[in-house]
């Protein structure tokens, strides 16, 4: 197959295929990069990045988690930071992609220092759990040195992420939870997809729709779309952290970030809904977007008040 077949429009089966074989293409929007991005938006000049190797599951010798730190000196500080994970449908994305590195300079610019974290994709006969292993790496190795890497305690890091990472971030709150483990300060979700049917925000799955073919892939087994470390909307939320949830107007995914938020209200959780008019899925992964900044703002508000 070539490798300008746009493997988007491939089924999910031969696009995971294609994307193992070829790698991800290169994003052909010529503005995206780090030195556009500064000059579009001046008041990210002073943000300082540094590239993380942390060591995955099972420690020394696994595989490491790529992460990168945002800190901005100049910046008042909020008192709070965040541990972010992009999305990617589980198969793509990377720290370079806006949803990534633009969202945590937006966000370090405001005075939260920001770890955005990759993880490992599911191709091949990769699946679940090993992408979540790897977002808990990245926040035990976030909340074992929050001094060193934010200035702040463990207590006041927030874990978030959007779509995928959105999944990932929840699913490892309810494995932290149910480790005993402390959970993080709070949990931001943007277009989260916590159900194996996010369109319907349900259990039952139809597995020749591309939803329904990505969450098997994620999972890994028809067995594996029951687990509640997977998919937290099958499992309690009690224990759960103050959430912010992100939903879009126009997006497929709403009713599953909605039904989850109802969840975590029911439980009494402390949570935030903000529903992002005129917004589609992945409209953080694009600068341009009208209703991009907006979003953003509303996560720096709730994580600077989040307790």
């Not at 989260?192 to 999972?219: I, R, Y």
């Amino acid at each position: 197959m070539s490798d300008t077949v746009d493997f988007r429009t491939l089924p999910i089966t031969e696009a995971v295929r294609w994307l193992a074989e070829h790698g991800e293409p290169v994003d052909p929007r010529p503005d995206i990069d780090d030195a556009s991005l500064r000059r579009r938006f001046p008041h990210l000049d002073s943000v300082e990045t540094w590239e993380i190797r942390i060591d995955g599951a099972g420690g020394n010798g696994c595989r490491l988690v790529p992460a990168r730190l945002y800190r901005d000196a100049s910046a008042q500080a909020s008192g709070r930071a965040l541990v972010w994970v992009h999305g990617g449908a589980f198969i793509g994305g990377h720290l370079d992609m806006p949803e990534s590195h633009w969202v945590a300079l937006e966000l370090a610019a405001r005075g939260i220092p920001v770890l955005a974290v990759d993880y490992i994709k599911c191709l091949g006969d990769v699946h679940f759990p090993e992408p979540s292993d790897d977002v808990l790496a990245a926040w035990r190795h976030a909340a074992t040195h929050a001094e060193e890497l934010f200035g702040v305690p463990a207590a006041s890091v927030v874990l978030g992420g959007a779509s995928a990472g959105g999944n990932l971030t929840a699913g490892a709150v309810a494995r932290l939870r149910d480790a005993g483990e402390q959970v993080p300060g709070g949990l931001a979700l943007v277009y989260p997809v916590v159900h194996p049917n996010g369109p319907a925000a349900s259990d039952e799955v139809d597995l020749d729709s591309p939803h329904g073919g990505l969450a098997l892939n994620f999972a890994g087994t028809p067995q594996g779309l029951a687990d509640p470390h997977a998919f937290a909307a099958l499992g309690p939320v009690e224990g759960f952290p103050p959430t912010i949830v992100v939903v879009c107007e126009l997006d497929d995914l709403r009713p599953s970030g909605e039904a989850f938020a109802a969840m975590l209200q029911d439980a009494g959780i402390p949570t935030a809904l903000h529903l992002e008019a005129g917004a589609g899925h992945g409209h953080i992964n694009e600068p341009a977007d009208p209703t991009a900044l907006p979003t953003i703002e509303a996560l720096a508000e709730w994580i600077r008040v989040a307790s």
